[in-house]
């Protein structure tokens, strides 16, 4: 009997866990948009580490291969979230496109490491001023897309909000400029 009354208690106790669990998973697109914006502010987050990383090598050693380290794991970081995305669902009405806008800005940052962080880590000690300028030029070209390739990702936001109901808040100042 007490078995029995154990069973039970064991079974109806895993329904309820999974129940709460399945509730916590319910995503709203509120909610949706959050973690995709998530994903931006993370990226933010960690360029403020490489900028900062990069600016104490050029005052310094000038040994920018140590650079590697930040950009590998932004490198890591937007792989891990293009498949995540990719593969996650869409949820709200417009969200496809908001999911694409998020991959495309994406695909822009993976080519931004390649193309204009990358070449940075090349450059040491007997690095020319010359080589240096050219290396920053490239890297600060590649920003000015990368701001237009975010905008794309905030309109694309700000018409999802429109489309669920809900009004997004205005960005912060430290990340428009």
């Not at 891990?80 to 593969?87: D, G, I, L, S, T």
Request: glycine share 6%; aromatic share 10%.
């Amino acid at each position: 009997m007490k078995t029995i009354l154990f069973r039970t208690c064991f079974v109806f106790s895993c329904f309820i866990t999974t129940l709460s669990f399945a509730q916590k998973g319910k995503m709203e697109p509120i909610d949706y948009n959050d973690k995709l914006a998530a994903i931006t502010d993370s990226l933010y987050t960690m360029g403020v580490e490489w900028a900062t990383e990069f600016q104490n090598i050029a005052g310094t050693h000038k040994d920018y291969s140590k650079l590697a380290i930040h950009r590998k794991k932004i490198a890591v970081f937007t792989s891990r979230k293009m498949e995540e995305v990719r593969r996650g669902p869409t949820i709200g009405k417009g969200a496809e496109e908001l999911k694409n806008a998020m991959l495309g800005f994406l695909a822009f940052e993976k080519s931004m490491i390649d193309n204009a962080f990358a070449p940075l880590e090349k450059l040491n000690s007997t690095s020319t001023e010359a080589e240096v300028g050219e290396a920053i030029k490239k890297l600060s070209e590649e920003a000015k897309k990368e701001a237009e390739a975010l905008k794309k990702v905030n309109t694309a936001q700000e018409k999802y909000g429109e489309l669920n109901g809900f009004t997004l808040e205005a960005p912060e100042e430290s990340q428009s400029e």
